[in-house]
């Protein structure tokens, strides 16, 4: 299930099932949105990115969603592997400028 | 390829002094690098733009003469965080931003987690 704590949603699920993570961006202007996975004490890794002119666009075993009407981003990552487990954010920009990262979402795979 | 390195991973320091924090792009060359801070459960937060050979950009609320930022050549960018006090203990994360094109991408370095006692 998911929840909130006091800084950092969680996200559980079970090993091998698909997890879906929720961002809620803050600016129409962008136009360029990345997903980033970071292990404790780590930097961020790219996983996939996606330009507004797109609604969907899949990686392997990763799909990021967008959806412009309601500044929604999703990511899809399938078949959920305890590797996963890790705090995703998503990332917004206009153009390939400075980027605004979301709060982020842990996700626990068990 | 897009390797980004910072130099130390992990620093103890006492009040009142300085750290100096070292971010390289290793396999190419950025003229603009950022800096980021994270506290725990928090998000990544923009501190400043840094471009080469001229001074940095520092978004609202970062204090210019506290954060010192050098980036004197394309490789390199420093951070040095002046008369450190506990509260600035943090994650430190820089990142190299690689031109393709027309195009671009940040490529992040792994971190550097400051204490200061």
Redesign the interface.
């Given at each position: 299930g998911e929840s909130v704590?006091?800084?950092?949603p969680t996200l559980s699920v079970q090993e091998g099932d698909n997890s879906i993570i929720n961002c809620a961006y803050s600016n129409s202007a962008s136009d360029y949105f990345i997903w980033?996975k970071q292990e404790s004490?780590?930097?961020?890794?790219?996983i996939i990115d996606i330009r507004s002119n797109m609604d969907k666009r899949q990686g392997q075993r990763v799909t990021v969603l967008l959806n412009k009407t309601v500044k929604h981003l999703s990511l899809q990552i399938a078949a959920t592997q305890p590797g996963d487990s890790a705090v995703y954010?998503c990332a917004e920009a206009s153009g390939?400028s400075?980027?605004?990262?979301?709060?982020?979402t842990m996700l626990l795979v068990s | 390829g897009a390797v980004v390195s910072q130099h130390p991973s992990r620093v103890i320091c006492k009040s009142g002094t300085s750290v100096k924090i070292e971010c390289r792009s290793l396999d190419f060359q950025a003229t603009t690098m950022f800096w980021y801070r994270q506290f725990p459960k928090q998000s990544l937060m923009l501190m400043a733009t840094s471009n080469e050979g001229s001074k940095a950009t520092y978004e609202q609320g970062v204090e210019k003469d506290k954060f010192l930022i050098n980036h004197a050549s394309l490789t390199l960018s420093t951070l040095t965080v002046t008369s450190a006090h506990p509260e600035d203990s943090s994650f430190y994360i820089c990142s190299a931003f690689r031109t393709s094109g027309g195009t671009g991408e940040q490529f992040f370095g792994p971190g550097t987690r400051l204490t200061v006692l």
């Open positions: 704590g006091l800084h950092l980033y004490g780590k930097g961020p890794q790219f954010f390939y400075t980027l605004t990262f979301g709060k982020g | -």
